[in-house]
């Protein structure tokens, strides 16, 4: 039974840092692809950030320098390191994984291809 479970949300002050953590149990990971996702109020879900079975990483424009992913093949766990993070960043944040590999892309993979997804973790920064 695949299952992902968010940690590390809550309420920062505006320039503050979190650390997300998504918890991947019910088989191996290493050669999905993951990702984050947020979504804010009134807003569609955007993705933020994609990591591939090669480490490759791919950044959306609004949170290059700020954020970073990595994965601890190990743990079967995938992080998001938010630094300076702004009001904007307000938003549910979401990790999924998916059994493909976009390396070779320069794009995000479209959220459709991600099957396993986590319930979210609030993230509000104010």
């Known amino acids: 039974h695949v299952q992902l479970v968010e940690s590390g949300g809550g309420s920062v002050q505006a320039g503050g840092s979190l650390r997300l953590s998504c918890a991947a149990s019910?088989?191996?990971?290493?050669?999905?692809?993951m990702a984050w996702f947020r979504q804010a109020p009134g807003s569609q879900r955007e993705t933020v950030a994609t990591?591939?079975?090669?480490?490759?990483?791919k950044y959306t424009d609004s949170v290059k320098g700020r954020f970073t992913i990595s994965k601890d093949n190990a743990k079967n766990t995938l992080y998001l390191q938010m630094n300076n993070l702004k009001p904007e960043d307000t938003a549910m944040y979401y990790c999924?994984?998916?059994?493909?590999?976009?390396?070779?892309?320069?794009?995000?993979?479209?959220?459709?291809?991600?099957?396993?997804w986590g319930q979210g973790t609030q993230v509000t920064v104010s």
């Open positions: 990591v591939d079975s090669d480490g490759s990483t």
């Open positions: 019910g088989r191996t990971y290493s050669n999905w692809c």
């Open positions: 999924a994984a998916g059994d493909f590999d976009y390396s070779d892309y320069d794009t995000f993979p479209v959220e459709s291809l991600f099957g396993y």
